[in-house]
Structure formats: structure tokens, C-alpha cells
């Protein structure tokens, strides 16, 4: 795992706590000497995470669509690519990169997650997710996740395919120590 791909919100939150958590998790990134393949953006947790990787003297990537990179792309990067969808956007990303965390974020950031996990499940990859909760902001989402168990559209097993903490250093540990499982998404 050498460069890790981030999801966050292009939005700072309302909380000091989810800067924070951004800033702590790009040190964590760089102190790992681990690269960040992200979304490209210069505001909100992205730029943060971006500033914080960059600061401690990694490589950041950033992948930008063409429609909205002239507004808020980073210009200190070690690379940008501007693409022409956000589908290539979130492809290209993905195969950057050698696993996948969700900080806080919105519409997108859930997007995103959600893909990468459905991938998994299907098995078109076996590589590590991540998902920093950052002050019980995904409490929510780990509850559907559960209530989709318990109604019969997920497995069980699936849920391990998602690794959740607080904390941005033991989750960049937990991601690494990431055993691959093999649970057919068709298997009874």
C-alpha cells in the first residue's frame, strides 16, 4: 500500500473537529511515507488533507473533472489530472491508488465509498476501505449498513470488507494489516 486514495468533502463541516481529523490524517499519510491520490480540489477537507500530505513532503495527486477544475483546483500538487467526467475522475483514482478511506463529506464522499465497497463485494478488487468517523459522523450510515444485514441485503461477511476507526493513524495501521477475504456476492 503506497499511495492511498481519500474521499472528502469539498466543504470544511461545521466542526473545527473534521479540519482537524483531515489535517491529522494527511500527517498520518506523510508520517507513513504513503503518497494521496484525492479529488484535486484546494477547499475543505480535501485541500486540507492535500496541504497536510504535502507539508510533510509526500507526492499528492490530484484528479479533477475539466467542468469545475478552473475554479477550485490545487496548484501545488505534485500532479493534476484534469479529466473529463467524474467517472474517469473516480476511476482513475481508484487505480492510482493501493486502498480507499471516506473522511467526512457529502453527497459525493458517499458516493464514492459506496462504489468502491460495491466493487469489493462483487470482487473486481481486493484492495483495503477505510472509513475515518470522525465524531460519530457515520454512525448513521454503519447503522443502515446493519439494518441491511438484519433485512437480508448483505452479508455479514461483507460488512468486514469496510474498516472503521477514529483514529487516522490506527486506521492507516488496520488498513495495512488488511487481510483480503473471498465471500462470493452470489454465495449462499
Request: glycine share 10%; charged share 15%; aromatic share 8%.
Amino acid at each position: 500500500m503506497q499511495d492511498v486514495c481519500v474521499f472528502c468533502g469539498a466543504s470544511p463541516g461545521e466542526k473545527p473537529i473534521f479540519m482537524q481529523s483531515a489535517k491529522a490524517l494527511g500527517e498520518a499519510i506523510s508520517h507513513a511515507s504513503m503518497g494521496l491520490v484525492y479529488g484535486g480540489a484546494k477547499v475543505g477537507l480535501m485541500g486540507q488533507v492535500a496541504n497536510a500530505v504535502l507539508a510533510g513532503g509526500q507526492k499528492v495527486v490530484g484528479v479533477i473533472p475539466q467542468s469545475f477544475a478552473h475554479k477550485v483546483s490545487h496548484e501545488g500538487l505534485t500532479e493534476l489530472h484534469v479529466v473529463d467526467s467524474m467517472h474517469t475522475r473516480k476511476a482513475m483514482m481508484f487505480e492510482l491508488a493501493g486502498a480507499c478511506i471516506a473522511l467526512p463529506g457529502g453527497f459525493g464522499t458517499l458516493e464514492e465509498l459506496t462504489e468502491v465497497l460495491t466493487w469489493a463485494q462483487l470482487g473486481f478488487h481486493q484492495k483495503p476501505i477505510g472509513l475515518l468517523n470522525i465524531n460519530g459522523y457515520y454512525d448513521a450510515l454503519l447503522s443502515f449498513f446493519d439494518q441491511a444485514v438484519l433485512a437480508g441485503f448483505l452479508k455479514p461477511k461483507h460488512l468486514e470488507l469496510l474498516i472503521v476507526h477514529h483514529d487516522p493513524t490506527k486506521l492507516l495501521q488496520l488498513l495495512e494489516d488488511y487481510k483480503p477475504q473471498t465471500v462470493a456476492k452470489w454465495s449462499n
